[in-house]
């Protein structure tokens, strides 16, 4: 099969009908050994320092791997995107669109998907069959995220780690889903995580720290159970045709989409607090604003994590972190002696 890079989760099933490999750039580049060389090779080539680090990762991780064709969306993710599009295009490498609607309407989102499939040489019929075809693999992805916050047998960053992959399931998608069968079937047999630690919902997209975020939590009492863009990109929920399935998919629509989203399953989840990432540079951290937001936003406490070129916790992030995690033990602590004086008092 013929790879091709793609900017964000994108409709994979219609790839794998063309047949493409889709190559999540996104991967490539925070995987990278030395992720920052990438970002540099793309200030190198003129990319503006202002720019986000992810764009300048997409492009560096593009060129280094001789990716020769890319899917890039223009409309629910990324501005900036666009006129990435047109300096691949610059470098001689096929640039082909995708545009999510505008809203969450099925009927409009089959005419993007059938779009795409004609823009590709395929049709909807053969990309309804890879839908099903991998629906056992996306019921695995569930399984793994119920083991996070329901059993306590998987940790925050595990989860990170295999739902933000199934964005290309690393480009094998019958070896990914038998390494995560795999895996769950271990994981089984691990004792769960204690119940008195602290548990938070990450949202927004995966950040750039990763790699020590979710250590440093556990290091600190507190353990992530819910991965909101992460658990996103997996498709959850059941089986559903694509127009419908890309339709439930929060991301790439208004922000009240994903705080519903978010509210549901922090309640679910009995999540006590919300770490909201947001990558410098982007706009898309002016929704901040509405998760903080009184009556129309999330009520938990939330604390806002920028990063940029970090791919390392700073001593700044950590010590926020920390007093964070604080200020909620000792919310609970007040909760529960309030919640004594209660029942005593009757």
């Known amino acids: ?26 991967n490539l580049f925070i995987s990278h050994p030395d992720p920052e060389s990438l970002v540099s090779r793309a200030e190198r080539a003129g990319f ?12 560096g991780a593009c060129l280094e791997n001789g990716i020769d064709e890319v899917l890039g969306v223009t409309t629910g993710d990324c501005s900036n995107t666009l006129m990435l599009m047109e300096v691949f295009r610059l470098n001689g490498i096929k640039v082909l669109p995708f545009a999510y609607p505008e809203s969450p309407n099925p009927a409009l989102m089959w005419k993007s998907l059938e779009r795409l499939a004609r823009l590709l040489d395929t049709d909807m019929e053969k990309a ?14 569930s399984q793994l995220d119920r083991m996070t916050w329901e059993s306590g047998l998987v940790s ?52 750039v720290y990763a790699r020590e975020l979710y250590p440093f939590i556990e290091s600190q009492g507190g353990r992530v159970v819910f991965n909101e863009v992460q658990r996103q990109f997996s498709m959850p929920g059941p089986s559903v045709p694509l127009e419908v399935q890309y339709s439930r998919y929060t991301y790439p629509y208004s922000v009240f989409d994903r705080v519903k989203d978010i509210r549901e ?26 998760f903080r937001s009184a009556g129309s936003g999330l009520p938990l406490p939330i604390l806002t994590l920028e990063g940029n070129t970090d791919f ?32 005593l008092s009757i």
């Open 48 to 59: 503006p320092q202002n720019c986000c680090s992810w764009i300048k990762g997409i492009y």
């Open 265 to 290: 399953q922090a309640a679910l989840r009995s999540v006590d607090g919300v770490i909201h990432y947001v990558q410098a540079f982007c706009h898309r951290g002016i929704g901040d604003i509405i």
């Open 128 to 141: 309804e069959e890879v839908r099903l075809n991998l629906s056992p693999v996306r019921e695995l992805s």
């Open 156 to 207: 925050g960053g595990e989860n990170h780690l295999w739902l933000v992959s199934t964005s290309d399931f690393n480009g094998d998608q019958e070896f990914f889903g038998s390494q995560l069968g795999d895996f769950i079937a271990a994981a089984r047999a691990r004792k769960p995580y204690p119940d008195d630690m602290l548990r938070l919902a990450y949202a927004g997209v995966p950040p």
């Open 1 to 26: 099969m013929k790879r091709i890079g793609i900017t964000t989760t994108v409709p994979v099933e219609v790839l794998l009908a063309a047949p493409r490999i889709g190559v999540d750039l996104n």
């Open 312 to 343: 390392g916790l700073t001593h700044h992030i950590k010590t926020r972190i920390e007093a964070f995690m604080d200020m909620l033990r000792r919310g609970k602590r007040l909760a529960e002696t309030a919640g004594r004086a209660s029942r």
